[in-house]
T-cell receptor, first 114, second 116 residues
Framework: NAGVTQTPKFRVLKTGQSMTLLCAQDMNHEYMYWYRQDPGMGLRLIHYSVGEGTTAKGEVPDGYNVSRLKKQNFLLGLESAAPSQTSVYFC?????????????FGPGTRLTVT | AQTVTQSQPEMSVQEAETVTLSCTYDTSENNYYLFWYKQPPSRQMILVIRQEAYKQQNATENRFSVNFQKAAKSFSLKISDSQLGDTAMYFCAFMKKTGGAQKLVFGQGTRLTINP
């Protein structure tokens, strides 16, 4: 079991460029999440999904879009990158099985926007 | 909205000592979960311990235990017999118990250093 994987691990963008971060999980989890982590702050929720074909906004959604076309994948897109989006991005997944309340995290993607 | 506060940005102790990390939270919910996550230099988020709000008994996992004070909205983590491998960022997190998505709200983190 690979768990939760993220692609790429590192990326440098110029302001205005676009990119997509891919998250994949092999645990058949219903829920998936994207967080960002900035220095001196905990993780903050960007967007999340409760199932294939559904997405919803989290705490800091501006500047990002997401899609969940397949249950195992959750994509995070930056259409026009800004220096304020320099951060470490984490994907996570969880299941709605009764009594199981744990999120499994990917290894993170470090994104720098210059 | 829920908030989680960790008032200790950094802590440092000697190996084998006991250390306690503080966490307070604010919520009007009655059913929820609290978590401590460890983030070593590898960046991987690792679940350390979990507490269900309706359970009065404090959770324990080997050398890790919590002191959960629901009325005071306090959730501290105690690490006994600390080891060099415990060096990491530690995050306290809150999750509302709901039938929908299980969204986590994190504190700012405490950087813990265990010295040899």
């Amino acid at each position: 079991n690979a768990g939760v994987t993220q692609t790429p691990k590192f990326r440098v963008l110029k302001t205005g460029q676009s990119m997509t971060l891919l998250c994949a999980q092999d645990m058949n989890h219903e829920y998936m999440y994207w967080y960002r982590q900035d220095p001196g702050m905990g993780l903050r929720l960007i967007h999340y999904s409760v199932g294939e074909g559904t997405t919803a906004k989290g705490e800091v959604p501006d500047g990002y879009n997401v899609s969940r076309l397949k249950k195992q994948n959750f994509l995070l897109g930056l259409e026009s990158a800004a220096p304020s989006q320099t951060s470490v991005y984490f994907c996570a997944s969880s299941t709605r099985l009764a009594g199981v309340y744990e999120q499994y995290f990917g290894p993170g993607t470090r994104l720098t926007v210059t | 909205a829920q908030t989680v506060t960790q008032s200790q940005p950094e802590m440092s102790v000697q190996e084998a000592e006991t250390v306690t990390l503080s966490c307070t939270y604010d919520t009007s919910e009655n059913n929820y979960y609290l978590f401590w996550y460890k983030q070593p230099p590898s960046r991987q988020m690792i679940l350390v311990i979990r507490q269900e709000a309706y359970k009065q008994q404090n959770a324990t996992e080997n050398r890790f235990s919590v002191n959960f004070q629901k009325a005071a909205k306090s959730f501290s983590l105690k690490i006994s017999d600390s080891q060099l491998g415990d060096t990491a960022m530690y995050f306290c997190a809150f999750m509302k118990k709901t039938g929908g998505a299980q969204k986590l709200v994190f504190g700012q983190g405490t950087r813990l250093t265990i010295n040899p």
